[in-house]
């Protein structure tokens, strides 16, 4: 069950990417957070918001089903983004509250379509970019084991599933023809 709810959210996601290509949206800038904003940002606001626990109020998607930071939930996050466990040791807050923000040179065109009809709250960016300073140090998650377990034990038993249900099948065949060939006989 596990694993093929992650691969509807895959799905899910490349079809947000596609449609995000095909309408080679404009960029709208979200509400600049001021240094107050951030100074009252909220840790754990930030943690539900990334994890999809509280919604965007835009109802943009969670960063959970992209990213990873530290060691989040059974399987981690989605690894088609960074892990951001320690993204803010490799990127300045401005830097990072430009990605949030939807706006400025440090906007990769791979974030800039997802959120750019879902702007986030200027209490949201600073919850987040608190939360991903609060994270850094952390283990980053390391789930690709655990996941590629679930999918082989899921192949063993899709393998093990068939043989059951065409067991026998290949006897009876036979049977068959070993009855034609008999008859045949003279
Ligand atoms: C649909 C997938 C997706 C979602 C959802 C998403 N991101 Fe990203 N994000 C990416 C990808 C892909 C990159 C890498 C872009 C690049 O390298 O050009 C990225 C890059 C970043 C970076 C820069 C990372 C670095 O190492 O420099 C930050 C910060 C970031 N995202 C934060 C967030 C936050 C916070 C959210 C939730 C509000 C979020 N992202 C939601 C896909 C996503």
Sequence with gaps: MI???GKFFFVLIFAFLLVG????????PAEPVSAETIAAGDVENGR??????HHFESGGPPCMGCHNVGENGL??????GPDLTNVSTRRSQAEI???????????SPVML?????????????????VFLEASAGQPESDKELLVLGISLAGFVAAIGALGFIYRGRLRSVRRALVNK??????
């Design 113 to 129: 379509p997802i959120y750019a009809d879902f702007p986030l709250t200027a209490e949201e960016q600073a919850d987040l970019v």
């Design 48 to 53: 539900a918001l990334f994890m999809g626990n």
């Design 75 to 80: 399987l981690g996050g989605g690894a088609m």
């Design 3 to 5: 694993h093929r709810s």
């Design 97 to 107: 509250l430009e990605i949030l923000s939807n706006a400025g040179p440090s906007l």
């Design 181 to 186: 060939a008999q008859k045949e006989l003279p």
């Design 21 to 28: 290509c095909m309408s080679v949206p404009e960029s709208k």
